[in-house]
């Protein structure tokens, strides 16, 4: 049986007096790929950024790896480097070339050597077809360019967790394709384990081992990617496909 990478029971999540999420709980298995669904403003990327201690909870619980997650800003710390996360607004040092964006964190925070991790650099970069931008700054590259470089970086982490928030959102309708090709192969090919925000439900509905369809912050819907998109439990959920033209 898979091991049990993550797992979340009865979290729950304010801002002030509104709740944000309520009483979210499942697991996710080594390998596994869980896809968050939902209309805007159902509280996927409120959970995935909690999931990364970005946003606080107010109870409930998270494991990772068996382990209770201590909500403290140094356990997330530490966690980060386990749980790599990939926003839609790339998040690259503008200052820093390509080479120098995806050193830094594992050369600064892990300590591993230099040459080191610029071989494995070199080699992730080729795999997304980026290798001769390795010297190039982020004003440079392409808004595909830059997210594809952003996967590279969290993936120089050696992450056993990859958070993807909406990572085509801002991107333009011809460079959709590449960047979830990448992701997609990291399934397919690496078996990452991964929970993917997105609103492109083709490609949901080929990686997804399992969905979440969410709104007003509460799970609708907690199935297997096949049953959800061929047979949705909820009348919500099948309004939601449809509006969506799957």
């Known amino acids: 049986m898979a091991e049990e990478i993550l797992k979340v029971e009865h979290l729950n999540k304010f801002y002030g007096d509104w709740q944000a999420l309520h009483d979210i709980s499942f697991d996710l298995k080594k390998g596994e790929v869980v896809t968050l669904l939902g209309p805007s403003g159902s509280g996927k ?52 070339t390509v080479m120098d964006n995806i050193l830094l964190a594992p050369t600064k925070v892990q300590n591993r050597p230099r040459e080191e991790v610029k071989k494995e650099a070199m080699e992730l970069l080729e795999r997304v077809q980026l290798a001769d931008q390795a010297d190039s700054y982020p004003r440079q590259l392409s808004g595909g360019q830059k997210q594809r470089i952003a996967i590279v970086r969290a993936l120089a982490m050696h992450p056993e967790l990859m958070l993807f928030d909406e990572v ?49 912050g509460k799970i609708l819907e907690q199935t297997p990617g096949k049953q959800f998109f061929e047979h949705p439990q909820t009348e919500r959920a099948k309004e939601f496909l449809s509006s969506m033209d799957f």
């Open 45 to 96: 990327s409120t959970l995935i950024r909690t999931l990364n201690g970005l946003e606080d909870f107010k109870d409930g619980a998270i494991y990772f790896k068996g382990e209770k997650v201590d909500p403290s800003p140094k356990t997330w710390q530490g966690l980060r480097q386990k749980i790599g996360m990939v926003f839609q607004s790339y998040d690259l040092f503008p200052n820093l």
């Open 168 to 216: 085509t959102a801002s991107l333009d309708p011809e460079m959709v394709r590449g960047v979830l090709n990448i992701v997609k192969e990291l399934s397919d090919r690496d078996h990452m384990t991964m929970i993917i925000v997105t609103h492109e439900m083709n490609f949901a509905s080929q990686i997804a081992d399992k969905v979440l369809f969410l709104e007003d």
